[in-house]
C-alpha cells in the first residue's frame, strides 16, 4: 500500500494590481505570515494557494517585484466558502526613470483611515434595476466582473456606494454579498474601485493611472470615522502631481 497524503486548503489569495483591475502575474512573490515566511503554490494568473498553514487568524504581509509591500489583516470568521479566499490590492511602484503614466495624490493625515477612487470616464456598466429582496441587480450592457467589489456611483450627490459580487450571470445579472443600503436608480454607472494605502502614522497615498481622457475620478476618504467626497476632474489635473486631499 502507497503512502497517502493529505492536503487541507486554508486560503486563496488573489493579487491584482488595483490601478487597472488587472491580475498580478510577476513571479517574484513572497508572503508573510506574522512576520514568519508562509510556503504558497501559484494556480494560474494572480492566484496562490496556501496549503496546511492553519486557519489561523494573521496578519499576512505581500512582497512583490514592482509593487508596494502591503499586509492585510486576515479573518477567517469574514472569508465565506469552503475555500476561504482575498482580494489582496497591490499598488505599483514608479519606475525609477523614464515616463510615469501615474498621478499620486500624497500626504498625512492624522485619523484617516482609508482612501480609495472610482474612474468617472470608464464604467463597467449601468444599473437596470434592483430587487432588494433577492439582492440582485440587472444591468444593461456590461464587461466582465472579475473582481470581488464594485461601486454604483449617485452622479446626484457625488458619492458612491461598495458592494460586493457572489456571482454573476450572463453579465447582466450580479448576485450581491449583501443588500444596498441607498437606492439604486436606473442608469446609474458602476466602476471598479482603486484602493489606496493608509498608515497608522496618518501618511496616505492614492495611485492613479492616466488614461486618454485625463483625470476624472471621484474620491472618497474616511477620517476619524468621517467619509468625505471630492470629484477630481481635468480642471484641477494640473495640481494633481503629488497633490494632496
Known amino acids: 500500500m502507497g503512502d ?105 493625515m492624522p485619523g484617516i483611515t482609508s482612501v480609495e477612487a472610482v474612474c468617472l470616464t470608464d464604467p463597467l456598466a ?32 457625488a458619492s458612491f456606494e461598495e458592494f460586493h459580487v457572489v456571482s454573476v450571470r450572463n453579465r447582466l445579472f450580479l448576485q450581491l454579498a449583501q443588500p444596498m443600503e441607498t437606492e439604486v436608480k436606473p442608469g446609474e454607472k458602476i466602476s471598479r474601485i482603486v484602493r489606496g494605502k493608509a498608515e497608522k502614522d496618518g501618511n496616505y497615498l492614492l495611485r492613479l493611472r492616466k488614461d486618454g481622457q485625463g483625470i476624472q475620478h471621484l474620491i472618497r476618504y474616511v477620517v476619524n470615522g468621517k467619509t468625505t467626497f471630492r470629484k477630481i476632474g481635468a480642471e484641477s489635473a494640473g495640481d494633481l502631481e503629488n497633490g494632496r486631499l
Not at 486548503?9 to 508573510?32: A, M, N, S, Y
Not at 430587487?131 to 449617485?154: G, W
Open 126 to 157: 449601468e444599473a437596470a434595476a434592483y430587487s432588494a429582496r433577492k439582492q440582485q441587480m440587472k444591468l444593461f450592457a456590461a464587461r466582465a466582473f472579475d473582481e470581488e467589489a464594485y461601486a454604483l456611483i449617485h452622479a446626484e450627490t
Open 4 to 108: 497517502s497524503f493529505c492536503y487541507q486548503l486554508d486560503l486563496v489569495i488573489r493579487l491584482v494590481d488595483t490601478t487597472v483591475g488587472w491580475p498580478v502575474t510577476e513571479q517574484q512573490v513572497l508572503f508573510k505570515k506574522n512576520g514568519q515566511k508562509l510556503a504558497f503554490y501559484t494556480r494560474g494568473a494572480g492566484v496562490h494557494v496556501c496549503l496546511n498553514s492553519g486557519r489561523e487568524d494573521m496578519k499576512l504581509t505581500v512582497i512583490v517585484r514592482g509593487y508596494l509591500e502591503t499586509t492585510v489583516d486576515i479573518r477567517y470568521k469574514k472569508l465565506a466558502g469552503r475555500y476561504p479566499e482575498v482580494y489582496v490590492d497591490l499598488i505599483p511602484e514608479r519606475p525609477k526613470y523614464g515616463y510615469s503614466d501615474f498621478v499620486d495624490i500624497i500626504g498625512s
